[in-house]
């Protein structure tokens, strides 16, 4: 790859790396929370290399924004990548010609009328009119690439906008879930798209705790899977969901980001029905349960 990066990409870069300003998160935050290292996450934000559409799709979660617009310019970044524009071949400087054979008839090899004896052009070479210069082969094939690529790049941002509207998703946008049912077990609902609008999501149960805190039990009928968000946690709380056959998930509240945002436990197969979702408070570690 050479030392320049492409338009394309380097867009993707800047957005990506404003998605992980809005988180608050480090680049070991980040991969705390994401399917993806350090290191990767480093080499995602320079534009040195494009992430998967699922890592797009989980920034984008943890930043609070609709994932259409973002996993749009991925895939232009992918195409500039794929087929990057070609780069012209230089030309060969031309030949110099020899000069023109005077005619005997016409006094020039161009076959018109030589200027008359005591005119001021008398005894000068009469010069043909000049032609345009011929437009390089490699120059038109360049300005036809580039507008054939300008209508496709307009023509990818314009499905873009169509699918996500002005930085937001429709309500019902009928997502595709990246998994249905046992195979959500264990998986976060936000980097599936359980917990997306458009996935018909509802929440079905929530407490009030203290001043702030908030636990909701959720579920999302496109996965046939549960989970447990808490919103306004302290840091050292715990959320619990719990299933009929014993089964659970938890996720804990371990910084000043989870505890100003909403924190989720994976997911759990199945519906709201005898699932339970339970607070424990930190240091004092008092359980506050609920179900439907």
């Not at 680049?27 to 890592?55: C, D, M, N």
């Not at 031309?94 to 052009?121: C, I, N, V, Y």
């Not at 507008?147 to 990818?156: C, D, E, I, K």
Request: glycine letters at 12%.
């Amino acid at each position: 790859m050479s030392g320049e990066l492409p338009l394309e990409c380097a867009h993707l870069a800047r957005e990506l790396a404003g998605l992980r300003a809005t988180t608050g998160l480090s680049l070991a935050g980040l991969a705390a929370r994401t399917t993806a290292s350090k290191s990767s996450w480093q080499r995602y934000l320079g534009g040195t290399q494009i992430p998967p559409p699922e890592l797009v799709t989980e920034l984008c979660a943890l930043a609070g924004e609709p994932p259409a617009r973002l996993l749009a310019l991925r895939e232009l970044a992918e195409l500039s990548r794929r087929h990057p524009p070609s780069r012209p071949e230089p030309s060969a400087p031309p030949t110099p010609s020899a000069p023109a054979e005077p005619s005997q008839e016409t006094g020039t090899a161009t076959g018109e009328e030589p200027p008359a004896a005591g005119t001021p052009d008398a005894g000068r070479p009469h010069a043909p009119p000049a032609e345009p210069a011929p437009v390089p082969f490699f120059r038109r094939r360049k300005v036809a690439l580039a507008g054939a690529g300008a209508l496709a790049t307009a023509a990818m941002v314009a499905g873009a906008l169509l699918l996500g509207g002005a930085g937001e998703e429709p309500e019902d946008s009928g997502l595709w879930p990246g998994c249905v049912g046992e195979r959500c077990r264990g998986k976060d609902s936000q980097s599936q798209g359980c917990g997306l609008k458009g996935s018909g999501m509802r929440t079905v149960a929530e407490r009030e705790f203290g001043r702030q805190t908030v636990v909701e039990l959720r579920y999302s009928p496109s996965c046939r899977a549960s989970w447990v968000r808490v919103r306004f946690g302290a840091i050292g709380d715990r959320i619990e969901i719990t299933g009929p056959d014993e089964e659970s998930q938890s996720a804990e509240v371990a910084d000043k980001f989870d505890a100003q945002n909403y924190l989720p436990t994976p997911m759990l197969a199945g519906g709201p029905e005898g699932m339970t979702a339970c607070l424990v408070r930190a240091g004092s570690g008092e359980r506050h349960c609920f179900g439907r």
